[in-house]
């Protein structure tokens, strides 16, 4: 009888092969990422095998990552205006703001400075810390009288203690240092999908002049602003390839939108099925284990996720979010519903950082060691 006891008090041990299925590439690349720090070697395998890990393993090792190299309930809350609304010549099958596409949108000219600085000032006073500002064109060549306004624009509203960023389309060199010189924190240019999805979507603008245009960005000393749109009828190793170019760029991106696509009527992409929230959780928590240091944004397309919805996607490793009535043209979540979530969750709204984006912690090998035993 003693022995039988004994035997059953004895702890089982699962067999080695067992415990080692388990272990998913997202916390085999999760623990590296937290020993070495970030790294633009990345193979498209390797990314793969994180973005295909199980969603439970990219849930938690994200949020390994995320609480590691950043303050984990910290959340930046950003505005995004449209200051020039309409009449793109572009292509882009997801954007109502195109010529060539029937939408309703009605062209407009570039918003008085009166109008932008009262609308900064009022995202300022909402709790946003950043300020975007988009215009719907291709490029800004030949747009001097405009360029000139909007580097007052930017003049002003850095001057009001706020990160501030443009999308204008495409850059030429001595522009990005123009911005540069006017205080511009950030400029987004987003790739939207992987080189070889991208010509199915857009013609108007090469994969290639998008990464001239980062290349212009970076090398003016700003912040690169650069992520993509999931929902685009691309398959999931489109949403792999997107990724693994950005983690391989020479430095990667400070900022990171993740964006599911609002399916706008009249534009080619008007029937695309929409994005579901594990399909999110997966670009989010992806994105956070191969880029430890940017700041991921959920982007377009939060309207339709629920409050636990984006609780996943926060743990998942996005630490921003874009309030106010509209992201340029499409709706978004509504401002007291953002308030109590973040009162729910219990987030704290990121201060303005004009230097880096993410915590300097994320360097100190001490640290590194301290996360890493703890994960173990």
């Known amino acids: 009888m003693?022995?039988?006891?004994?035997?059953?008090?004895?702890?089982r041990i699962r067999p080695l092969?067992?415990?080692?299925?388990?272990?998913?590439?997202?916390?085999?690349?999760?623990?590296?990422?937290?020993?070495?720090?970030?790294?633009?070697?990345?193979?498209?395998?390797?990314?793969?095998?994180?973005?295909?890990?199980?969603?439970?393993?990219?849930?938690?090792?994200?949020?390994?990552?995320h609480r590691h190299a950043h303050n984990f309930r910290?959340?930046?809350?950003?505005?995004?205006?449209s200051i020039k609304t309409g009449g793109c010549s572009e292509d882009c099958s997801y954007c109502p703001q195109s010529s060539r596409y029937n939408t309703g949108l009605?062209?407009?000219?570039?918003?008085?400075?009166?109008?932008?600085?009262?609308a900064a000032k009022k995202a300022k006073e909402a709790g946003s810390t950043r300020f975007c500002m988009g215009a719907a064109w291709r490029d800004t060549v030949g747009r001097k009288t405009n360029f000139n306004s909007i580097l007052e624009y930017v003049k002003e509203i850095r001057g009001m203690g706020m990160e501030v960023c443009c999308t204008l389309g495409m850059l030429e060199k001595e522009q990005a240092m123009e911005l540069k010189k006017a205080g511009l924190t950030a400029y987004n240019h987003n790739l939207?999908?992987?080189?070889?999805?991208?010509?199915?979507?857009?013609?108007?603008?090469?994969?290639?002049?998008?990464?001239?245009?980062?290349?212009?960005?970076?090398?003016?000393?700003?912040?690169?602003?650069?992520g993509g749109i999931i929902g685009l009828g691309e398959a999931e190793e489109d949403r792999v390839g997107l990724l693994h170019t950005l983690a391989t760029l020479p430095?990667?991106?400070?900022?990171?939108?993740?964006n599911a696509l609002v399916a706008v009527k009249g534009t080619p992409l008007q029937d695309q099925k929409p994005v579901e929230i594990w399909e999110m959780i997966r670009m989010i928590a992806t994105a956070r284990i191969v880029m430890p240091k940017a700041m991921v944004r959920l982007s377009a397309g939060r309207v339709r996720f629920s409050m636990p919805e984006q609780t996943l996607c926060f743990l998942a490793g996005a630490?921003?979010?874009f309030t106010g009535d509209k992201l340029l043209t499409t709706p978004n979540?509504?401002?007291?519903?953002?308030?109590?979530?973040?009162?729910?969750?219990?987030?704290?709204?990121?201060?303005?950082?004009?230097?880096?984006?993410?915590?300097?912690?994320?360097?100190?090998?001490?640290?590194?060691?301290?996360?890493?035993?703890?994960?173990?």
């Not at 910290?74 to 205006?81: A, G, I, K, N, S």
């Not at 430095?251 to 993740?258: A, D, R």
């Open 333 to 376: 979540n509504d401002f007291d519903d953002d308030q109590l979530m973040f009162k729910v969750l219990g987030l704290t709204p990121k201060a303005p950082s004009f230097s880096q984006e993410t915590s300097p912690a994320f360097e100190e090998k001490e640290s590194c060691a301290k996360a890493a035993s703890g994960s173990a």
């Open 319 to 321: 630490n921003s979010i």
């Open 17 to 65: 092969s067992i415990r080692s299925s388990s272990f998913s590439a997202a916390a085999a690349q999760a623990e590296r990422t937290i020993r070495q720090g970030a790294r633009n070697d990345w193979s498209r395998d390797e990314v793969k095998a994180v973005y295909d890990s199980p969603v439970l393993d990219l849930l938690f090792h994200g949020a390994q990552v």
């Open 192 to 226: 939207d999908t992987s080189r070889e999805h991208y010509p199915k979507i857009i013609t108007t603008r090469s994969y290639d002049e998008r990464l001239e245009t980062l290349q212009f960005v970076r090398e003016a000393g700003i912040n690169v602003c650069s």
């Open 2 to 11: 003693l022995a039988i006891t004994s035997s059953l008090r004895r702890p």
């Open 74 to 81: 910290e959340v930046q809350q950003c505005t995004l205006l």
């Open 106 to 118: 009605k062209a407009q000219k570039l918003m008085s400075k009166d109008e932008v600085l009262e």
């Open 251 to 258: 430095t990667h991106p400070e900022s990171v939108p993740i």
